[in-house]
């Protein structure tokens, strides 16, 4: 009787896989290699060039988009940063950073309403200037506001005329930030005391799209396009489910159990493989919007990896929501992310949300939809129980 056995490929570069001769392609250790359950297997060199995507996709701006920041640099400019509050961490792009940096920068982080109550304002202000001094932004002034507060929409704009200081304000943040519903509440109160009037037109030597509300007679408002969100979740939904997102008020907090080599599936869209631990996860603190989003924990079976039995599931319409677009392992980025500290952290999906667990000698894979981001950062919600 003959035997016959899969050669096995990397699945980065495509190269033939082996176990005996580290300084030849393709080299691998033994019990990698032999592993059924690992459905995908880098050579040593691809995982030490990819690190499974350890350096997460930033999102494109164009260069007219530049050229307008340029200016707003060149004239030292107020710059009004707005961002999504529930999921901004992985949202920045490092040249606009490195463009705006010397200016006057005033955060306004919107969908407070997304997170709990009793979560202090002033916490979250901290979190929100840290997360900027993270990317080498180091802001003025955090404002924490939601799209229904007025009173606090109008400090903002008090705020501003105070900080601009006779200079033109820029509007920037990505889309879903609630850029719209900050120059909505700016224009409720607004008197126009200049001889311009209120344009919409494309910003100088470009085909940006801006709206220009004049500040006096020398200077401007300008509401710019939403930065594009193309590494979120949100960029991958569909009519259908982005309604459902955008319709979810908040999320609700899940606790779940996690040992080594289960996952966790966070309905179709994405799922966190504890790959190793020198301990069962016993509090793992899930935020996730949709609040109607399926969790299931699976583990691996006979010959059946994870990723394998997350597709079986998809397909079985036993996750929901879930892509359409996504059937196989090719259509989702694989992080993997090592943690060596002994206090509480967060992993984070751009444009979904976050778990949070007690960081100890884990090793995560955290599988989503192709070039979303992830992030890890300190808690964003400090949890005493996590201690």
């Given at each position: 009787m003959s035997d016959f056995a899969q050669v096995r490929k990397c699945y980065n570069c495509g190269t033939l896989l082996q176990s005996d001769n580290p300084n030849e392609k393709g080299y691998v250790k033994k019990e990698i290699l032999d592993n059924p359950l690992?459905?995908?297997?880098?050579?040593?060199?691809?995982?030490?060039?990819?690190?499974?995507?350890?350096?997460?996709?930033?999102?494109?701006?164009?260069?007219?988009?530049?050229?307008?920041?340029?200016?707003?640099?060149?004239?030292?400019?107020?710059?009004?940063?707005?961002?999504?509050?529930?999921?901004?961490?992985?949202?920045?792009?490092?040249?606009?950073?490195?463009?705006?940096?010397?200016?006057?920068?005033?955060?306004?982080?919107n969908k407070r309403d997304l997170l709990p109550n009793d979560l202090k304002d002033e916490t979250i202000e901290e979190y929100v200037a840290h997360r900027f001094r993270a990317v080498d932004l180091h802001v003025d002034k955090v404002m924490v506001t939601s799209e229904s507060n007025d009173e606090v929409n109008r400090e903002i704009i008090e705020t501003i005329q105070e900080m601009r200081q006779g200079h033109n304000t820029y509007v920037i943040g990505p889309k879903y930030s609630g850029k719209t519903s900050l120059i909505n509440a700016f224009l409720r109160v607004y008197h126009n005391l200049s001889k311009g009037m209120i344009m919409t037109k494309n910003y100088k030597n470009t085909k940006v799209r801006v709206m220009m509300i004049p500040l006096d007679d020398d200077t401007y408002m300008y509401d710019t396009p939403g930065i594009s969100n193309d590494n979120s979740l949100l960029a991958k939904l569909d009519a259908?489910?982005?309604?459902?997102?955008?319709?979810?008020?908040?999320?609700?907090?899940?606790?779940?159990?996690?040992?080594?080599?289960?996952?966790?599936?966070?309905?179709?869209?994405?799922?966190?493989?504890?790959?190793?631990?020198?301990?069962?996860?016993?509090?793992?603190?899930?935020?996730?919007?949709?609040?109607?989003?399926?969790?299931?924990?699976?583990?691996?079976?006979?010959?059946?990896?994870?990723?394998?039995?997350?597709?079986?599931?998809?397909?079985?319409?036993?996750?929901?929501?879930?892509?359409?677009?996504?059937?196989?392992?090719?259509?989702?980025?694989?992080?993997?992310?090592?943690?060596?500290?002994?206090?509480?952290?967060?992993?984070?999906?751009?444009?979904?949300?976050?778990?949070?667990?007690?960081?100890?000698?884990?090793?995560?894979?955290?599988?989503?939809?192709?070039?979303?981001?992830?992030?890890?950062?300190?808690?964003?919600?400090?949890?005493?129980?996590?201690?």
């Amino acid at each position: 009787m003959s035997d016959f056995a899969q050669v096995r490929k990397c699945y980065n570069c495509g190269t033939l896989l082996q176990s005996d001769n580290p300084n030849e392609k393709g080299y691998v250790k033994k019990e990698i290699l032999d592993n059924p359950l690992l459905n995908f297997v880098f050579c040593d060199e691809c995982f030490e060039k990819e690190k499974f995507h350890a350096r997460p996709n930033e999102p494109e701006l164009d260069d007219e988009y530049y050229s307008l920041v340029m200016d707003a640099k060149n004239n030292q400019s107020l710059i009004v940063y707005v961002i999504n509050l529930f999921s901004f961490e992985a949202s920045f792009n490092s040249k606009l950073n490195s463009l705006i940096k010397n200016n006057k920068i005033l955060v306004v982080a919107n969908k407070r309403d997304l997170l709990p109550n009793d979560l202090k304002d002033e916490t979250i202000e901290e979190y929100v200037a840290h997360r900027f001094r993270a990317v080498d932004l180091h802001v003025d002034k955090v404002m924490v506001t939601s799209e229904s507060n007025d009173e606090v929409n109008r400090e903002i704009i008090e705020t501003i005329q105070e900080m601009r200081q006779g200079h033109n304000t820029y509007v920037i943040g990505p889309k879903y930030s609630g850029k719209t519903s900050l120059i909505n509440a700016f224009l409720r109160v607004y008197h126009n005391l200049s001889k311009g009037m209120i344009m919409t037109k494309n910003y100088k030597n470009t085909k940006v799209r801006v709206m220009m509300i004049p500040l006096d007679d020398d200077t401007y408002m300008y509401d710019t396009p939403g930065i594009s969100n193309d590494n979120s979740l949100l960029a991958k939904l569909d009519a259908s489910t982005i309604d459902l997102y955008l319709s979810s008020r908040g999320c609700e907090k899940k606790g779940v159990l996690l040992s080594k080599n289960q996952a966790i599936c966070l309905g179709g869209y994405a799922m966190i493989e504890l790959v190793s631990s020198e301990k069962d996860l016993n509090n793992l603190s899930l935020y996730f919007r949709p609040n109607k989003i399926t969790y299931k924990k699976i583990a691996p079976r006979h010959k059946n990896s994870v990723d394998e039995i997350f597709f079986e599931l998809i397909a079985k319409g036993a996750l929901t929501p879930a892509l359409k677009a996504m059937n196989s392992l090719k259509d989702m980025t694989v992080y993997e992310i090592y943690v060596d500290e002994t206090n509480q952290r967060d992993i984070g999906i751009l444009g979904f949300g976050w778990f949070s667990f007690v960081a100890h000698k884990q090793v995560f894979r955290i599988y989503v939809p192709h070039n979303v981001s992830v992030y890890t950062s300190r808690p964003k919600i400090v949890d005493k129980r996590l201690r």
